[in-house]
């Protein structure tokens, strides 16, 4: 019975599937991508935070964006990268540990979402009444709009892996690259209807909401350009807006690529490429497309590239 309980305890996870040819240049890959997440976000968190000039609104809700990207990075690539040279059949994991990685991963996809909707509020007041900008975005008002963020994600993605955790289980291994809420749910052989409702109504709701929020704010902000005649104002919000809408579009692609697929058995692979895929892409474009427009980022990168260039001359 012991042995039983332990084996039930102790799952066996597919993880990346790579030849053994590919593994080390997956691993090289993978790792090099996860420190320019890492260096990336935390760097920009960092010179926010530094820059009395970026103490505003605008930047100190992208910080949220930068910690969530962090923190969705480090919940699912490290545990990639430390089972790509361990044989498929030797990939084990902890139930507990399976639990609270399928809660992290799916954590950093909620939170995504809602931040994405703060900062479009944040640029719908910044355009739309740019007078009352300052009283209505207070310090107050942006600490309370980023806790809502985190709060209301933790609190949708507690219930939907609480769900999964209350079941039995009966199976042990773990069909996908890393521990989500579905392959928890999948490791039991009870009814699982309420899982597959609530996962799908949480979806909905959070997709719903950001794209309703996201595309009426820009329909009004498109109708406040167009009655302007203010050049300024104009590429202001064309510069902020283009930024942020192509942070959500990448959000959007990248979620809705995993959901397609589940819908074709046979792509099973790619599915399971486009899930690692999610915790890649968006962490590491959204420190480049939101770090360019920053003023003082781009000034920061062109001293350093004059001091690399200064260095190598002087080496000549």
């Given at each position: ?79 990639v990268l430390s089972d790509v040279f361990i044989p498929n059949t030797d990939r ?146 064309l510069q902020t807006c283009a930024t942020h809408l192509a942070v959500y579009i ?67």
């Open positions: 019975m012991e042995n039983q309980t332990f084996n039930m305890d102790v799952l066996q996870l597919e993880g990346l599937k790579v030849s053994p040819q590919s593994s080390i240049p997956t691993f090289v890959l993978l790792l090099l991508i996860y420190i320019f997440i890492m260096v990336s976000n935390i760097g920009l968190v960092v010179l926010i935070l530094m820059e009395r000039s970026l103490h505003e609104p605008m930047y100190l809700l992208f910080c949220n964006m930068s910690v969530n990207d962090a923190f969705g990075a480090t919940a699912v690539i490290p545990r084990y994991i902890r139930y507990i540990d399976c639990a609270i990685q399928a809660f992290c991963a799916h954590f950093h996809g909620g939170t995504s979402h809602t931040v994405l909707i703060i900062m479009a509020f944040d640029r719908y007041v910044a355009i739309c009444n740019p007078l009352r900008y300052a009283s209505i975005m207070t310090n107050r008002l942006v600490v309370t709009l980023s806790l809502s963020a985190w709060a209301v994600a933790f609190l949708m993605i507690s219930v939907s892996v609480g769900l999964s955790v209350r079941l039995s289980r009966c199976r042990r291994v773990v069909l996908n690259p890393f521990c989500d809420n579905a392959s928890l749910f999948k490791l039991s052989c009870e009814n699982v209807i309420i899982n597959h409702i609530y996962g799908l109504i949480s979806a909905m709701v959070t997709m719903s909401a950001s794209l309703c929020s996201v595309s009426l704010t820009y329909l009004r902000i498109v109708m406040v350009c167009l009655s302007s005649k203010n050049k300024a104002l104009n590429s202001k919000a990448i959000l959007l692609m990248s979620g809705n690529i995993i959901i397609i697929l589940h819908r074709f058995p046979h792509l099973s692979d790619h599915r399971k490429l486009a899930s690692i895929l999610f915790h890649v892409v968006p962490p590491s474009m959204n420190a480049v497309i939101y770090g360019l427009q920053i003023k003082a980022v781009r000034e920061k990168l062109l001293i350093v590239f004059n001091r690399n260039k200064m260095t190598v001359s002087e080496v000549k």
